[in-house]
């Protein structure tokens, strides 16, 4: 994707553009999108303010930094999974986010800082070229995006001092205080997320792999199970002392030259990690309320306790909601939804 860097004059007049349609939409002019050059975002409610509980430490030593990608069409997913995370903290002060965008949209920045004034963020340039020609085509369109693979690079992207950071995607809400899944103990892993080994791993990679005695041998000595990367935490420091970008970027190559999976940057975090995690509790990641990949069809919650869902999948809850058709676990997400016309008795 072509990056936009503009002037500083232009980059005044953009924000008081933003200002004035938000301005607008506060008074009853227009409600739920801002028009920008190339899209249109849409507008926020401002979300409360989170305070810290009284047993906090300090946020300058007991950070909890979050990763995620910013992205216009998932923006009001994003800012769902924000409040969720900041309303079910126990000390929201000490959270720190960390979001990875593919283009310079300050019109995304400026919608952040609305809705959320008091947010601890920073926003940092993913170069889509770092993956130019390694992406391959899988069974859906929006796997292909070259910004649903800055999470291999988000260790090179982050700021040094990080030793520790949780990845989440923009369809999730946590509704759980995050500082559990932040303390987990990685016991020398690199990465921690739910493992589920009752899935068939043999369906993440196609004839190709397994007919070939080379890559087949691949699993040899591990016991590897599936695992969703849309939820992971991660020791920064073992990632990059051990090359693991460059271990998945490795994979990616193989991909290209002799196709061996279908499903866009999931497989090489397999093939590289896949029976060397840190298995978390299920309830971390409640996956797949996107339905299937290809008919879009509903799922029900799996049975136990629940801290994190996730609409992984085709479906994602605001579409389905404003379409009238959805799914039942979409009411779940409804509630931390701060798109200003999905509240008609708030807009007045």
């Keep these: 994707m072509a990056s936009w860097s503009p002037s500083p004059l232009q980059l005044l007049g953009l924000l008081s553009l933003y200002l004035l349609h938000l301005s607008s939409a506060t008074n009853g002019i227009r409600v739920g999108v801002i028009k920008t050059p190339s899209h249109e975002v849409p507008v926020f409610r401002e979300a409360p303010e989170f305070?810290?509980?009284?047993?906090?430490g300090s946020p300058e030593t007991h950070?909890?930094?979050?990763a995620m990608t910013l992205d216009a069409n998932y923006l009001r997913g994003t800012m769902a999974a924000v409040l969720s995370i900041l309303q079910h903290s126990s000390c929201p002060e000490n959270v720190s986010f960390h979001f990875l965008s593919a283009r310079f949209e300050p019109e995304l920045f400026?919608?952040?800082n609305s809705t959320f004034p008091y947010l601890n963020f920073k926003v940092y340039r993913f170069d889509s070229n770092r993956v130019r020609g390694k992406i391959s085509k899988s069974i859906r369109q929006a796997l292909d995006q070259p910004l649903n693979y800055a999470r291999i690079y988000l260790t090179d992207i982050i700021p040094a001092d990080v030793s520790r950071i949780i990845y989440l995607d923009s369809d999730i809400v946590v509704v759980d205080d995050i500082e559990k899944l932040w303390g987990v103990d990685l016991e020398e892993k690199v990465v921690a997320a739910p493992e589920y080994c009752h899935a068939n791993?043999?369906?993440?990679?196609?004839d190709a792999f397994w007919s070939d005695p080379i890559l087949a041998r691949t699993f040899e000595g591990r016991k590897p199970c599936y695992f969703n990367t849309g939820v992971m935490v991660l020791d920064v420091d073992k990632w990059r002392e051990g090359g693991y970008t460059n271990k998945v970027e490795d994979w990616m190559g193989v991909q290209k030259h002799k196709r061996i999976y279908h499903l866009g940057s999931l497989p090489p975090f397999l093939l590289v990690l896949a029976g060397n995690i840190k298995a978390v509790d299920h309830r971390w990641n409640q996956h797949g309320l996107g339905g299937d990949n290809l008919e879009g069809k509903c799922r029900n919650l799996h049975p136990g306790p629940i801290s994190l869902l996730h609409w992984s999948g085709k479906g994602k809850p605001w579409l389905r909601l404003d379409s009238r058709k959805p799914c039942g676990v979409d009411h779940l997400w409804a509630p931390y939804d701060l798109y200003r016309s999905s509240s008609p008795a708030l807009e007045e």
């Design 110 to 112: 400026a919608s952040i």
């Design 51 to 56: 305070r810290n509980g009284d047993a906090c």
């Design 63 to 66: 950070r909890i930094h979050i």
């Design 201 to 206: 791993f043999t369906y993440y990679f196609n």
